[in-house]
């Protein structure tokens, strides 16, 4: 477990919603301006059809036709300023959780927690092109309903009433339009997450449908799922349409009474056309908000789906500030495992696992398949935690480590190997952001992976992605040479010889020589004897338990005589059943 001591840095999610509710007010801001001048269109009309049209001065209509055009330029520029500062505040939201988000996805991963079809990226994304785009700016707007529904009220009680009894009506129907979209568009979201995930698998493992024959059922399993996902979106976007276009129809309706009850009011000498002409243009702008946050209700919900998952994300698996950088180990390593296993495992795999290492040592863990070798790896690497009981690098247990800075002192080989988009020399250099020409030339040449690299077009430069083009054995020592990157303390090799030849086992055992010869830590899990050529020491592992360590020959010795000794008892055991079976016979 990790250390209660740590102190969790707050959510990045939630200090970059602070930042957009700093940014937010700017955009408040602009909209005050903006919502105070779209008055002046319907001003104008009141003033032309009660002053001018009766005072027939045409000087007056030029004074007011040229303010309103100025009004109309500052508007526009304020809009854009808005729409300027949302754009910049969405970008800078990516920006600010990007890295803390993908970080946080890898911890998930590694604690067997993922979920198929969760995509942090397209999650992040989307709700930057909620804040980018013109859904959110609605909700800007909306606040400013009862300032028009006042300026109706103030034009004529009855004209106030109206646009309230319309806005309720409205609201209403914007709720309904919630209660009735939201889990449709949750369950959209699942089905859409399950055909992507399994799409991603399908194109990630192309050859191995190819060579089975299994792309067209694939590809009718994917087309199945998609299916369903069109579906629920077609719900939700169907009810969303009716809300939309009933809303459009209702406010159009509005409108019309609107007219007719300022022509009324006109009529009987309560108002004047201007009036009626004027109440008519503040009840569409007091509507509009409602009216596109109806229709972009969808985005909305995807959006807020989007933060949620996020900030979970960023809260479940938060990162470790650690107050001390420890000194980097250069003495030990201990294991003291008294029970591990996978994350979420119901039973433990591993136990009874207790051995000490000294500089410059190298083990070879050897075991039958199952017996929890790679599961031993992945505690000593960092990767998973033991349920109880620690590995210590010079006395300090591991969770006591930063995790990136524990990352620098391990090399590690898994037995799948993986290689990251991008060239030769990034993947070597582990993606570092100061990457040392020399050190990444210096782990290729104790890899012996240096003159293949040479001979390639772009040599370091090549751009690998997951290695496709390259051989199993290429991939294999290039994932050696990235372990070997810096020269890590410990340096665990999971069967590091599964595709290599003879000559890439040579290079094997050299390494690992080099290695001990800098007093590196090696721990390389095997099965094959030629490894055990490099090693000075033996570590059993068999059934999840620790059946003997020490010193290569003594070990493999008292191994060879535990066999003999299993063997003589299977014997004696065949013999006398054999004895008895034959005294059964007799009587």
């Known amino acids: 477990m ?17 930042t957009l509710r700093k940014g937010f007010g700017a955009v408040a801001f602009f909209s005050l301006f903006l919502n105070l001048l779209m008055l002046a269109g319907p001003l104008y009309m009141l003033q032309v059809y009660d002053r001018v049209l009766t005072s027939q001065n045409i000087d007056t209509l030029i004074a007011f036709t040229l303010l309103l055009g100025g009004v109309f330029v500052v508007t526009g520029l304020l809009d854009l300023m808005r729409t300027r500062i949302l754009n910049r505040l969405g970008a800078k939201f990516e920006i600010s959780v990007g890295e803390p988000i ?24 989307g709700f930057r092109d909620f804040v980018s785009g ?34 309720i009506f409205l609201t209403i129907l914007a709720l309904i339009n919630n209660a009735r979209s939201h889990n449709l568009m949750q369950q959209a979201s699942e089905a859409r997450g399950r055909s992507d995930a399994l799409f991603r698998t399908s194109e990630r493992n192309a050859e191995l449908a190819h060579a089975m024959g299994m792309k067209s059922d ?11 996902a069109h579906v629920y979106k077609t719900q939700v976007s169907d009810r969303i349409a009716t809300f ?77 500030e650690q107050t001390i950088t420890l000194p980097k180990p250069s003495v030990s390593l201990k294991a003291s495992i008294l029970q591990a296993g996978p994350p979420l495992a119901q039973n ?15 083990v070879a863990v050897i075991g039958p398949s199952g017996s929890g070798k790679s599961t031993l790896a992945k505690m000593i690497a960092g990767i998973w935690t033991p349920q109880r009981g620690d590995v210590k690098l010079d006395g300090n247990p591991m969770s006591k480590w930063n995790a990136d800075e524990l990352g620098q002192m391990i090399g590690y080989l898994p037995q799948d190997v993986e290689l990251f988009d991008g060239t030769i020399r990034e993947n070597i250099a582990r993606f ?41 054995g290429q991939r294999q020592r290039l994932a050696l040479a990235r372990a070997l990157y810096n020269d890590p303390f410990v340096l665990v090799l999971d069967e590091p010889n599964s595709d290599l030849d003879t000559t890439g086992e040579l290079a094997l055992r050299n390494a690992i020589q080099t290695a001990k010869a800098q007093g590196t830590i090696v721990i390389v899990m095997t099965h094959r004897p030629s490894t055990l050529q490099a090693v000075d020491k033996v570590l059993i592992v068999n059934n999840g338990k620790q059946t003997g360590f020490g010193d290569k020959d003594e070990i493999l010795r008292s191994s060879k005589r535990n066999v003999l000794q299993n063997n003589n008892k299977q014997k004696l055991t065949s013999q006398n059943t054999k004895q008895t079976n034959a005294k059964g016979v007799a009587q």
């Open 432 to 472: 570092s952001t100061e990457i040392d020409d020399a050190k990444v030339i210096k782990a290729a040449l104790a890899a012996d992976v240096h003159e293949m690299i040479s001979n390639l077009n772009d040599g370091y430069e090549t751009k690998i992605g997951n290695g496709f083009h390259l051989s199993g």
């Open 348 to 362: 433990a795999t591993l136990s009874g696992i207790d051995f000490s290492l000294n500089a410059g040592d190298v």
């Open 102 to 125: 993908l970080r946080s996805a890898m911890r998930r991963n590694v604690q067997g927690k993922s979920t198929a079809g969760e995509n942090p990226v397209d999650d992040i994304n």
């Open 218 to 228: 694939l590809a009718r399993r994917w087309n199945a799922l998609q299916n369903q």
């Open 2 to 18: 990790r250390d209660r001591s740590m102190l969790h840095r707050p959510s990045p999610v939630k200090l970059a919603w602070g």
């Open 244 to 320: 939309t276009v009933l809303s459009k129809t209702i406010r159009m309706a509005l409108q019309s009474a609107m007219l007719g009850l300022g022509a009324a009011l006109a009529i009987s000498g309560e108002t004047t056309a201007g009036v009626m002409i004027a109440a008519t243009i503040v009840l569409a702008r007091a509507l509009a908000p409602i009216d596109q946050l109806i229709g972009q209700w969808r985005t909305f919900l995807a959006a807020r789906g989007s933060y949620k998952k996020i900030y979970a994300l960023s809260m479940e698996f938060p990162e470790d």
């Open 134 to 167: 013109s859904a959110l700016i609605a909700f800007f707007d909306a606040p400013w309903i009862p300032v028009y529904l006042f300026v109706l009220y103030a034009l004529h009680p009855y004209l106030g009433f109206l646009g309230l009894a319309g806005a």
